[in-house]
C-alpha cells in the first residue's frame, strides 16, 4: 500500500500566492471596465444632447425669415467663433443658468454667455443647476461659421457644437466631442 503524502505548508503557500497574484490581476479590470463604461455612456449621451440641440436651433432658425435674420443673418445671435470657456459662470448657480425650452426637455439650460449650454444628468423632476443628486454635466459651446466661403449667411449656415465633461474639469482636462450641422435657408413665403 502506497503512503498518502499531504501537501506541505510550502507548497499552500506558493499555491495561495499563485491565486492571490491571479485574483489581483483580474481585480486591476474592473476599474477600467467602469471608467470605460462611463465614457462610453457618457459619449453617448453627449451625442444625444447635441443632436437634439442642432436639431432645434435648426427648427428655430428654419421657422421663419425673422428667426433666419436674428439667429443667423445680418443681426446673428448665435457667434461665429467659438465662445470662450466660461471661467467666471459657477456651474451650479441659478442666476447664471436658465432652462431654454421645455421642447428639449427639462435638462439643458443656456447660459448669460451667448453660445454655451449646460446639460445635467439627473435622477430628478424637473432637473436644476443647484441640485446635489447630479449624475454628470457637460458644456456645450456652439458657433456658427459660412458652408463654402462665398456662400454667404442669407443662404445657408453651419451650426458647430462642441460638447466637454465632466464640466466641474478644466477645459483643457474635459473630453471633447465637436458636430456639424448645415442648415439652408428654405423659401420663406
Given at each position: 500500500m502506497q503512503k498518502h503524502h499531504p501537501f506541505t505548508m510550502v507548497e499552500i503557500l506558493l499555491a495561495l500566492g499563485i491565486c492571490a497574484i491571479g485574483i489581483c490581476s483580474v481585480?486591476?479590470?474592473?476599474?477600467?471596465?467602469?471608467?470605460?463604461?462611463?465614457?462610453?455612456?457618457?459619449?453617448?449621451?453627449?451625442?444625444?444632447?447635441?443632436?437634439?440641440?442642432?436639431?432645434?436651433?435648426?427648427?428655430?432658425?428654419?421657422s421663419s425669415q425673422a428667426n433666419w435674420d436674428s439667429t443667423v443673418g445680418a443681426t446673428a445671435t448665435i457667434p461665429t467663433a467659438k465662445p470662450a470657456d466660461p471661467g467666471t459662470l459657477t456651474l451650479e448657480t441659478t442666476a447664471d443658468w436658465t432652462a431654454i425650452s421645455a421642447d428639449l426637455g427639462n435638462n439643458i439650460f443656456s447660459s448669460s454667455t451667448t453660445g454655451i449650454y449646460?446639460?445635467?444628468?439627473?435622477?430628478?423632476?424637473?432637473?436644476?443647476?443647484?441640485?446635489?443628486?447630479?449624475?454628470?454635466?457637460i458644456l456645450v459651446y456652439?458657433?456658427?461659421?459660412?458652408?463654402?466661403?462665398?456662400?454667404?449667411?442669407?443662404?445657408?449656415?453651419?451650426?458647430?457644437?462642441?460638447?466637454?465633461?465632466?464640466?466641474?474639469?478644466?477645459?483643457?482636462?474635459?473630453?471633447?466631442s465637436t458636430y456639424v450641422l448645415e442648415v439652408f435657408k428654405p423659401a420663406f413665403n
Open positions: 481585480m486591476v479590470l474592473f476599474p477600467i471596465g467602469a471608467n470605460a463604461s462611463r465614457d462610453a455612456s457618457m459619449e453617448t449621451y453627449s451625442a444625444n444632447a447635441a443632436d437634439q440641440i442642432l436639431h432645434y436651433l435648426k427648427y428655430q432658425i428654419t449646460q446639460i445635467i444628468n439627473d435622477r430628478t423632476d424637473p432637473p436644476a443647476v443647484d441640485n446635489t443628486t447630479i449624475d454628470s454635466r456652439v458657433w456658427r461659421e459660412e458652408v463654402m466661403a462665398g456662400v454667404p449667411y442669407d443662404t445657408a449656415a453651419r451650426l458647430l457644437l462642441e460638447a466637454t465633461w465632466p464640466a466641474e474639469l478644466p477645459y483643457n482636462a474635459r473630453q471633447k
